[in-house]
Structures are given as structure tokens and as C-alpha cells.
């Protein structure tokens, strides 16, 4: 079982920056790693995700803004979000990928504020 922390959320004005970080107890080698978001009132949706490759892909609303990178020797996938906007608020959770397309556990998330 690998478990997940997320951490680097935070309150930032419209326009501000933050890097979130992902944290695997184990490999994330060879898994598809991504970053979703869940807002109050809405179901959770794929933000980023990072094949095992490194080939990236994002939702339509924060190409651009956001870049996932991973560190597969620390275990380790980042999201720089850059310009944040209000309607990136959500609590945001990193989380591996398997063939089946099934996900893993989820971590506790971390918190996105964006308001002035």
C-alpha cells in the first residue's frame, strides 16, 4: 500500500503562484501520476497527470498555468500553478494511476484558496 501526502496549499491573491507537492511512501516508477481537484459542491476532476514517461496533459482550464513534474528517485510529483484564478480554490490530492485505469488510495489533499 502506498500512501500519499500532498502539501504547499495555502491562501494566495488572484494572480499568485504556488507549487504543490506530492509525497509517495512508495515507487511511483512506473505509474501515470496525477493531480485532481475537487471544489465545494462539484466532483473531483483530473487537473494534470504525467505518464511514466513524462509526457504530460491538463484540463483545458489551466493549460498554460500549470505545470506537473515528477522525480520518480524521491517519489515525488510537483504542480506548479502559476496566474491562479478564484475558480482554482478546491482541495487538491495527487494519486497513481493503474492499468486498469483504477485509482490508489486517497491522501488528505491540500487546500487551494484563491481570493483577495
Known amino acids: 500500500q502506498v500512501h500519499i501526502v500532498e502539501s504547499g496549499g495555502g491562501l494566495v491573491q488572484p494572480g499568485g503562484s504556488l507549487r504543490l507537492s506530492c509525497a509517495a511512501s512508495g515507487s511511483i516508477f512506473s505509474f501515470y501520476m496525477g493531480w485532481y481537484r475537487q471544489a465545494p459542491g462539484k466532483q473531483r476532476e483530473l487537473v494534470a497527470g504525467?505518464?511514466?514517461?513524462?509526457?504530460?496533459n491538463y484540463a483545458d482550464s489551466v493549460k498554460g498555468r500549470f505545470t506537473i513534474s515528477r522525480e520518480n528517485a524521491k517519489n515525488m510529483v510537483y504542480l506548479q500553478m502559476n496566474n491562479l484564478k478564484p475558480e482554482d480554490t478546491a482541495v487538491y490530492y495527487c494519486?497513481?494511476?493503474?492499468?486498469?485505469?483504477?485509482?490508489?488510495?486517497w491522501g488528505q489533499g491540500t487546500q487551494v484558496t484563491v481570493s483577495s
Open positions: 494519486n497513481r494511476r493503474f492499468s486498469d485505469y483504477s485509482l490508489g488510495s
Open positions: 504525467i505518464s511514466s514517461g513524462g509526457s504530460t
